[in-house]
T-cell receptor
Framework: EAGVAQSPRYKIIEKRQSVAFWCNPI?????LYWYQQILGQGPKLLIQ????????DSQLPKDRFSAERLKGVDSTLKIQPAKLEDSAVYLC?????????????FGDGTRLSIL | DQQVKQNSPSLSVQEGRISILNCDYT??????FLWYKKYPAEGPTFLIS?????DKNEDGRFTVFLNKSAKHLSLHIVPSQPGDSAVYFC?????????????FGKGTKLSVKP
């Protein structure tokens, strides 16, 4: 079974620029998550999708962050404009559905550096 | 305010011995707990979980213990192997199961020496 795919693996931009990350979840997984992991911290949920609908975006800084999951499969996370504090690893995870105890499977992340 | 705390940033253990990683939480409403393992430049990998209605769950060399009265859980690895060297994250969930908003600790870096 192919895992969660993310691209790019690394991105370096200057502050105030825009950036987008892409995630392809495990085939058949209805639930998709984006997490932000700042150096020395654990991952923090930004947004959760169930198919193509948003379940939880309470911790997403909506003034600069946006995410979509068209057709309930792939997802993109965008930051516009980026700030220095956005430097982090952005992790995408997916799980089979919103109920039960199937674990969240994580991709390898995109490491974002803001100059 | 951290709801899930891993107070030991690092732990070093000899191969073959037991590794014990600890995690404390503050929210008594958490009802599901998970441990994830993370190698450098990779995403976290699910290791083992436990529901709040249980006090122990075992999977091979890995056992998780939950003490609800103390709001404490621990992960035991026996015997420890060099390949277990990684960062271990404790995570908790309010909503049941492993879905939804997992609250992660800061992680403990385990080093298993040959």
């Amino acid at each position: 079974e192919a895992g969660v795919a993310q691209s790019p693996r690394y991105k370096i931009i200057e502050k105030r620029q825009s950036v987008a990350f892409w995630c392809n979840p495990i085939s058949g997984h209805a639930t998709l998550y984006w997490y932000q992991q700042i150096l020395g911290q654990g991952p923090k949920l930004l947004i959760q999708f169930q198919n193509n609908g948003v379940v939880d975006d309470s911790q997403l800084p909506k003034d600069r962050f946006s995410a979509e999951r068209l057709k309930g499969v792939d997802s993109t996370l965008k930051i516009q404009p980026a700030k220095l504090e956005d430097s982090a690893v952005y992790l995408c995870a997916s799980s089979l559905d919103a109920g039960g105890n199937q674990p969240q499977h994580f991709g390898d992340g995109t490491r974002l550096s803001i100059l | 305010d951290q709801q899930v705390k891993q107070n030991s940033p690092s732990l070093s253990v000899q191969e073959g011995r037991i590794s014990i990683l600890n995690c404390d939480y503050t929210n008594s409403m958490f009802d599901y707990f998970l441990w994830y393992k993370k190698y450098p430049a990779e995403g976290p990998t699910f290791l083992i979980s436990i529901s709040s209605i249980k006090d122990k769950n075992e999977d091979g060399r890995f056992t998780v213990f939950l003490n609800k009265s103390a709001k404490h859980l621990s992960l035991h690895i026996v015997p420890s192997q060099p390949g277990d060297s990684a960062v271990y994250f404790c995570a908790a969930n309010l909503y049941g199961g492993s879905q939804g908003n997992l609250i992660f600790g800061k992680g403990t870096k385990l080093s298993v020496k040959p």
